[in-house]
């Protein structure tokens, strides 16, 4: 993981099992947990 800064969000993820949206591109890559873009979610919800 690149920002130390990131780690209380990763945890989370990992422990609820729920992806994260973060507005931060860095986040992309790491892979212990699903981290979604703006863009993604965008192409996924319903609207």
Known sequence: M???DDSPYI?????S????????SGMK???LAEV???KE???LLPL
């Open 29 to 31: 890559e790491q892979l």
């Open 36 to 38: 979604f873009t703006t």
């Open 2 to 4: 690149r920002d130390k």
């Open 41 to 43: 979610l965008v192409k």
């Open 17 to 24: 099992g729920q992806p994260i949206w973060p507005n931060d």
């Open 11 to 15: 945890a989370f993820a990992l422990s």
